[in-house]
């Protein structure tokens, strides 16, 4: 296993468009880094410049303590798993993770092996090794009967499992997978993650793993690397991206339901939204200027007589989850939405249109800005 | 219920159609095993031989085959040889140089490339005929007539349509397998040989199946560039049943040896009926 630097990693692709800018980042050796972010946000180029797939035009990635840039995908000793997991359809499962290993034998098949006894030794002793390998890697997985079968006769999740197993047999020094579970079914892509995650720890394998599912990211990620228009926007635990975003983008992609934002003008560390004045205290102090209130949906509540950070809202729905409910909120222009246990429910739907929505002003997070505006509390 | 008359009548127009397909071959087979001044009678008015002999004359076949060449049985051996020979070097080469080129012109990133696939398509617009001289001067030069090469060596340079068929079967192929074969130690040549070729088993059949037959049944090629009787392929040997003034002399052995050759062309289409099909069919939509 080994570390994977990147230093000013860049992409810039033939014509100007420019994917990937200045990654700075370290991925230690034995941790699960997730990179997540939109469609286009630059994780998977970022990745496939890992895997040697895409080259690279800023900056300089390091596996363990060699410089790859110039070094081809197949000798980077990785193992990449690819979304639609790239089985091989006209080899069996055996033969496709035999498949990166028979091609770096020493000694192959061919005359060589009938007329030559040494070279025929060698050989065979090859073939126990990559067959001891296969086994292994079936019985980590619980693969070992389906071996003999050919990917066509195998469900989504067998495929994904072989796809991992083909990975596994090479011992890489780092695995690399690429939205691994986004064609699975919505049961099995939470069986799957959580089997990823035993393996990692079983392991105690480098992985880099691509996804833009938030709450696969938060799930599997020992660190998460939360991208936007090709830079990293936080790099951090999965606690701390969440409580401590580094700034609104990261806010509004991290959680479900998103982040509620909303704008206002703060003086004398009293924040005014539209008609209400909310006392934010010393953390809203210093000069006037404009500024993102974000709160947790599950931090906003129904207002009781003397909170002092309460507004008027219109009830727009209330959407019945079983376990608990989302309340969607007219605030002036903005939506919000609140989560909210489901005893509530009945509270919220006989309310009325008209309701009073009220927050603790120390959960509340203050945003600069703009779309990327930094948090400044 | 379903009206029976419409059906009816499908079923009358494909026999019909059966019908006038097949008779050209029903009357070879009579004219094969008839006497030859049944036989003679035949190619001067087609219908005055029976719906089936009388007596078949099945002993035929074997002198047709005796009497191709100057000497008895050897000629017909030399044909059905480099028949063979013929057919297995240009079906392996065709199969060999249209993948290879169909896969580079799929996967490989080249500057010219749609250019070259341009050009390449453009060719299959030129008929043989205009480059038949040009190509006979040419294997001239290189001392090859008289030889099998100008029939073989083409075929290492591909088949526009071919080409074409391998090309776009290839690029439907998800990029995520090429990638995956690439960083298990795959080289470009590794790719095609040991991912993509067992994948394109369907166009690899259609190729073989079509290049068969036709290198099977050519005469025009085998005229041109082969002209001593041991070097004939069976298309020219059904020839030497001609006189010198290209009038039909038994004309029985003539039909005996057309069904001869044609077996191996029928047997084809009977195991390969599907691919055959589905050649015809791919041709149609991508061409």
Known sequence: ?377 | MKRRGPRLLTLALLAGGAALMLFPLWWMLVVSLETPSNAGAATVEVGAISAFPADPQWSNWTEAMRAVGTVEWQGFLDALANSILVTFLTVTATVFSCSLVGYALARVRFRGRGLLFAVMLGTMMLPPQVTMIPMFLVFRELGWVDTILPLVVPAFFGNAFFIFMFRQFMAQVPEALVEAARLDGCAHLGVWWRVMLPMCRPVIAITAVFTFIFVWNDFLGPLIYLHSEEKATLAIALNSFRNQYGGLEDVQYLMALSLITMIPCILLFLVAQRQFIEGLGSGAVKG
């Open chain 1, 1 to 377: 296993m080994a570390n994977i630097t990147f230093e000013g990693l860049g992409k810039v692709y033939p014509g100007g468009v420019r994917a990937v800018e200045g990654v700075d980042l370290e991925v230690e050796d034995g941790e699960f880094v997730v990179l997540v972010g939109p469609s286009g946000c630059g994780k998977s180029t970022t990745l496939r410049m890992v895997a040697g797939l895409e080259e690279i035009t800023d900056g300089t990635l390091r596996i363990g303590d060699r410089v790859v840039n110039e070094v081809a995908g197949k000798d980077r000793d990785i193992a990449m798993v690819f979304q639609n997991y790239a089985l091989y359809p006209h080899l069996s499962v055996r033969q496709n993770m035999a498949f990166p290993l028979e091609r770096r034998r020493a000694h192959g098949g061919g005359l060589r092996r009938l007329i030559d006894p040494g070279y025929r030794r060698a050989a065979q002793e090859e073939d126990r090794t990559i067959e001891a390998e296969i086994a292994r890697a079936a019985e980590v997985l619980g693969i070992t009967d389906l071996l003999d079968r050919k990917p066509g006769a195998l469900s989504g999740g067998q495929r994904q499992r072989v796809a991992v197993g083909r990975a596994l047999v090479r011992q890489p020094a780092a695995f690399l997978f690429d939205e691994p579970l986004s064609n699975l079914d919505a049961k099995l892509r939470v069986e799957m993650r959580a089997e990823l995650k035993a393996l990692h720890d079983r392991l105690g394998a480098t992985m880099l793993y691509v996804t833009h599912d938030q709450e696969e990211a938060m799930t599997l990620g020992d660190r998460l690397v939360v991208m936007d228009g090709g830079r990293v926007q936080q790099c951090a635990p999965p606690r701390e991206v969440y409580e401590q975003p580094a700034n609104r983008f990261v806010a509004g992609f991290v959680g479900t339901p998103s982040m509620n934002f909303l704008e206002g003008e703060v003086a004398d560390g009293t924040m005014t939204i539209g008609e209400a004045r909310l006392p934010l205290g010393d953390a809203a102090a210093g000069v006037p200027r404009a500024l993102v209130l974000g709160l947790r949906p599950d931090r906003l509540r129904m207002a009781e007589p003397g909170d002092p950070c309460a507004l008027d809202a219109t009830v727009a729905g209330v959407e019945d989850l079983g376990d608990r409910c989302d309340v969607r909120l007219q605030v002036g222009h903005a939506e919000l939405v609140a989560r909210r246990p489901a005893g509530e429910l009945s509270r919220w739907t006989m309310a009325g249109p008209a309701a009073r929505v009220a927050f603790e002003p120390a959960e509340a997070l203050l945003f600069d800005p703009g779309p990327h505006g930094a948090r400044i509390r």
